[in-house]
Nanobody, 123 residues
Framework: QVQLVESGGGLVQAGGSLRLSCAAS????????MGWFRQAPGKEREFVAVISWSGGTTNYGDSVKGRFTISRDNAKNTAYLQMNRLQPEDTAVYYCAARQWGPSSSSSLYNYWGQGTQVTVSS
């Protein structure tokens, strides 16, 4: 069992940056792939980024490539999402998720989810 808690969301102007954190508790965090997803009002949940258990493999959604960076610190049981050059279309609730196998962009394959953190980007 893994419990996930996101933090770091907030209000930022377009062009600004935020770093989200996902703190995990429970067993064997280092064996889980960690993903970030987001959901804007009236839209489906969207894949943002994923990182393998070792950190050696990362993948990004097309809309965030080159602007967002996912990372993890297994010693701290924490995953991060550095978001740069934020745009109003990045406004959403951001969720972190964990799965015990390899990285995936499919939200249905994740076993554990955090409660989400709101990111609002003003124009």
């Amino acid at each position: 069992q893994v419990q996930l808690v996101e933090s770091g969301g907030g209000l930022v102007q377009a062009g600004g940056s935020l770093r989200l954190s996902c703190a995990a508790s429970g067993r064997a965090f280092s064996s889980y792939a960690m993903g970030w997803f987001r959901q804007a009002p009236g839209k489906e949940r969207e894949f943002v980024a994923v990182i393998s258990w070792s950190g050696g493999t990362t993948n990004y959604g097309d809309s965030v490539k080159g602007r967002f960076t996912i990372s993890r610190d297994n010693a701290k049981n924490t995953a991060y999402l550095q978001m740069n050059r934020l745009q109003p279309e990045d406004t959403a609730v951001y969720y972190c998720a964990a799965r015990q196998w390899g990285p995936s962009s499919s939200s249905s394959l994740y076993n554990y989810w955090g409660q989400g953190t709101q990111v609002t980007v003003s124009s």
